[in-house]
């Protein structure tokens, strides 16, 4: 699958390399210590955090991993974002983006080592920079799959040559470099995906000549539904019923993605002030509402355009959706934007992975256990340097995401053996302050231990489920429940921490204050996340109502 590109589409792609380095030189000089480097020194506003917070998630995992189950499992696929990321997004601006900023914590694990104790600390911190590293490599194998189309490399010089143009700009410039490349990315990657969804559109004779071809396709009319088949797992090309969709994907494993994993919610604590942290979240959720537009559709483009899509090995996985789609539709000068734009969203996934890494090793594992004590510029060479080893360990993994027809089945079985049992950690700890700090550890190292047994038992064949996503929102779901059992339990024959411990680390104990640090403008109504988050969810119901 060798893509025709000429001259003029390759001026565009060195063109936005350039711009991207540009960024990467010009944030250096703005990094005087290690805050800069791993935090943007706090000083960013909020419409700059939110564009690179939707753009932080708008990688491999959005544009190839959506597309892909678009052709697959057809509308369903919207789940993803209006149940499974809008609420989470709005519930992270509004509830527990307090927390985090207020306690003025670097990390989401640091949180746990003030709410719990060292242990919790230390077992999340690893977890964390695992998961990290993987879905790095689940970014750059993707990267790596266009290259390989681009220019026809084999797939190890593609990886190789991806990681290091992401490995220079975050080096350079730390987060600044990747949050600013970020807001540039996202409207690249839209510029990129918006020829393939209306040149498609035109070719199958708009959205209705679209439905009416997906109703004569392989998936037939239960395609072009989101809830009406849920009632039973095998009704539904999805193969989930409406629990699995509401508990596990809608609450366990949105949630836990969406209020912590540290690569997102990096860029709300990079915020100037509390406001800009709060409305972070939110504000990414208005552009989330409507990419299903530019993943989901062209994924159904070419589940009726390409014959044979739906291997397991060559150029027909559902993987290549989108790169198909680009050969067969766009012409010259449109190919070399479509194709920056799918650089950039891989670009923009794995950046944020690998200075999510970085922080958290740096802050999480090293400075406190391995090297304490030492001036910040010690911090800061570190982090430089396990940047370098980020991106080489994710080169490593990205053999391991080449082993999938549909990256997104392997990214969800991530998030429900990493995310889910630390999200009923969290919530738990967060609002019942009479959890002890043993029961924070215990519980989210039990939880952990579960959902890794339940997919090793699934891939053994032992247990059964409908799908592999099917696994992994029943996968999540056991491990949320056995986190909080076990925490209960844990919780009655153990001590609680001291009231005294846990201000502004648990709801209604010296609450963080909202507006001490507000500028002009913050007290507008339009401003308030509150309002801002209402709009949005209000939105999603209203986007579900035509595909019932």
Avoid: C
């Avoid at 706090?42 to 892909?68: D, K």
């Avoid at 679209?210 to 797992?233: E, I, M, Q, Y």
């Avoid at 032992?462 to 056995?482: K, M, V």
């Amino acid at each position: 699958m060798r893509l025709d590109l000429d001259a003029l589409d390759y001026a565009i792609l060195a063109l936005y390399f350039l711009t991207v380095l540009g960024i990467g030189f010009a944030a250096r000089r703005a990094i005087s210590n290690s805050a800069d480097f791993f935090l943007s020194g706090r000083s960013l506003p909020a419409w700059v955090t939110g564009l690179a917070f939707v753009s932080a998630n708008l990688g491999a995992i959005e544009i190839l991993g959506m597309a892909a189950n678009g052709a697959q499992y057809g509308l369903m696929t919207v789940h993803y974002y209006w149940i499974g990321a809008v609420p989470a997004m709005v519930f992270l601006g509004i509830v527990m983006m307090p927390f985090y900023y207020g306690s003025k914590v670097r990390s989401v694990p640091e949180y746990l080592r003030l709410r719990f104790n060292r242990p919790a600390h230390l077992l999340n911190a690893i977890t964390f920079a695992v998961a990290q590293v993987l879905i790095a490599g689940v970014n750059l194998y993707a990267l790596a799959l266009v290259m390989q189309a681009l220019v026809g490399w084999p797939l190890w010089v593609s990886i190789v040559v991806a990681a290091f143009f992401v490995l220079a700009y975050i080096t350079l410039g730390g987060l600044s470099s990747a949050i600013y490349n970020e807001v540039l990315q996202f409207f690249v990657i839209l510029a990129g995906l918006i020829p393939i969804t209306i040149i498609g559109l035109v070719k199958v004779g708009g959205i209705d000549g679209l439905f009416d071809k997906v109703r004569d396709s392989k998936l037939g009319d239960a395609a072009l539904h989101t809830w009406t088949n849920t009632a039973h797992s095998g009704d539904n090309p999805l193969g989930a019923s409406w629990i699995g969709i509401v508990f596990g994907l809608g609450f366990v494993l949105s949630f836990g993605y969406w209020t912590t994993n540290f690569a997102e919610v990096q860029r709300a604590l990079s915020a100037r002030n509390m406001s800009a942290a709060r409305r972070t979240p939110i504000i990414a959720a208005y552009p989330k509402l409507i990419i299903p537009a530019v993943t989901v559709i062209p994924g159904l483009v070419a589940l009726v355009t390409v014959n044979g899509l739906g291997g397991t090995t060559g150029d027909l996985q559902y993987n290549n959706a989108i790169p198909l789609l680009m050969r067969d539709l766009l012409p010259n000068g449109v190919l070399g934007i479509a194709v920056t734009g799918l650089l950039a969203a891989f670009m923009a996934g794995m950046a944020a992975n690998v200075s999510g890494f970085n922080t958290v090793f740096t802050y999480d594992i090293w400075q406190p256990y391995l090297r304490p004590d030492r001036d910040d510029s010690y911090y800061l060479r570190t982090g430089r340097i396990v940047t370098v080893i980020g991106v080489l360990i994710g080169i490593g993994t990205a053999f391991i995401a080449a082993g999938y027809s549909n990256i997104m089945n392997y990214i969800q079985a991530l998030f429900s053996v990493f995310n889910a049992p630390l999200f009923a950690t969290f919530i738990i700890g967060m609002f019942w302050k009479r959890m002890t700090a043993w029961a924070g550890f215990v519980s989210l190292l039990s939880g952990t231990i579960v959902a890794v047994a339940i997919y090793l038992l699934y891939k053994l064949g032992i247990l059964s489920f409908g799908s592999d996503l099917d696994e992994s929102f029943w996968g999540a779901s056991i491990a949320f429940l056995t986190v909080s059992v076990v925490a209960v339990l844990v919780t009655l024959m153990t001590t609680p921490k001291p009231e005294s411990e846990l201000r502004g680390l648990v709801y209604g104990v010296h609450p963080a204050d909202l507006t001490g640090d507000a500028i002009a403008g913050d007290t507008a109504w339009y401003r308030s996340p509150v309002i801002l988050g209402a709009g949005a969810l209000a939105l999603a119901v209203m986007f579900y109502l035509p595909f019932l």
